[in-house]
């Protein structure tokens, strides 16, 4: 890789820029903008393969970060392979072994469960093929940096919300996600750290981050709980299955959802979903590509790279 360290030392400046920066859209969605800078990154990176596993393309929220990072490394002039998991850690683990053997340049994985993906990431590590995670990390095996939302904090945005809105003492139930994902763990760690203390936890049940899922788990729970007063649900595929039950139930419950996707986000402006916490998509996918571009330059990467999230309501997301 010698041959594109000068040509990669722009790109290395920008990702230093960005890893420090406060995130915000305004901030970072200039990254990587400067015409000279863009044109060295096109010339040195026509040649690197990336191959992307993401953990499922049958949510809306996915296929988004998918397609921005394909637009991130096809902006860099690397090519791009996509597979997609269906939430199915063997068929991940089975895509991943099968883009190691057509020879890309680095994996960037977005698991489907942070533990099972493990040997695939040990396998990567064999071949000598850098690994980035991206919206969720891995419990083990050597990965250049997980480029992951604030979930913890997040989830902390969360409980904060229900408190506000309903009150010290509220009864909330929670749809959490797939057992053993880190973005499972991360948020439910947040907001327990909230609502353990301050708010009446019901119950919290595993909706898989699916919409049917969660939609099955709150027709549940409202008929084990006559006093539901409102809902976290730790993405917006499940806060909207969830908001189905509740509207055919007839009853008025709060509902917060996480990831900020586009039909959530039109949810809450036509007041039907009251909040959901929001997720910088094209920030994410930048992140991980420069991280890509700074290893296979030799430069140095940070471990661990985090994007703030915002709490999203009906005033915020019609200003």
């Known amino acids: 890789m010698k041959k594109f360290l000068t040509l990669f030392l722009a790109v290395g400046m920008l990702f230093v820029v960005a890893a420090c920066d406060d995130g915000t859209p305004d901030d970072t969605g200039d990254n990587g903008s400067d015409d000279d800078a863009n044109g060295a990154t096109t010339e040195a990176t026509g040649d690197i393969s990336v191959g992307l596993s993401m953990s499922t393309l049958g949510n809306p929220f996915f296929v988004f970060l998918s397609d921005q990072v394909v637009e991130a490394a096809e902006g860099a002039g690397m090519s791009i392979e996509v597979v997609d998991a269906q939430d199915d850690s063997a068929k991940q683990i089975n895509d991943i072994e099968d883009l190691l053997l057509t020879g890309i340049d680095v994996l960037i994985i977005n698991p489907t469960d942070s533990a099972a993906i493990v040997t695939a990431v040990e396998a990567a590590n064999a071949a000598d093929i850098p690994v980035i995670t991206i919206d969720r990390s891995v419990d083990s095996g050597d990965v250049v940096t997980s480029v992951v ?72 729970l409202l008929q084990a709980h006559q006093d539901i007063d409102g809902v976290f649900a730790q993405n917006d595929e499940m806060a909207l299955g969830a908001m189905e039950a509740i509207s055919a139930s007839g009853r008025d419950i709060i509902v917060i959802g996480f990831d900020g996707s586009a039909e959530a986000l039109d949810a809450i402006r036509a007041g039907d979903l009251d909040s959901t916490i929001v997720q910088q998509f094209d920030v994410m996918a930048e992140l991980a590509i420069e991280a890509a571009l700074a290893e296979l330059a030799g430069e140095s990467v940070e471990p661990l790279i985090y994007v703030p999230v915002r709490v999203g309501t009906q005033e915020t997301e019609t200003e």
């Open 149 to 220: 939302s604030d979930n913890v904090g997040g989830g902390v945005m969360a409980g904060e919300y229900l408190v506000e809105t309903l009150g010290e003492g509220a009864n909330i139930v929670e749809i959490s996600g797939i057992p053993g994902a880190s973005a499972t763990r991360d948020r439910g760690e947040g907001f327990h750290s909230v609502a353990d203390d301050q708010l009446n936890v019901l119950a919290s049940q595993a909706g898989n981050f699916n919409r049917t899922d969660a939609m099955n788990v709150m027709e549940d």
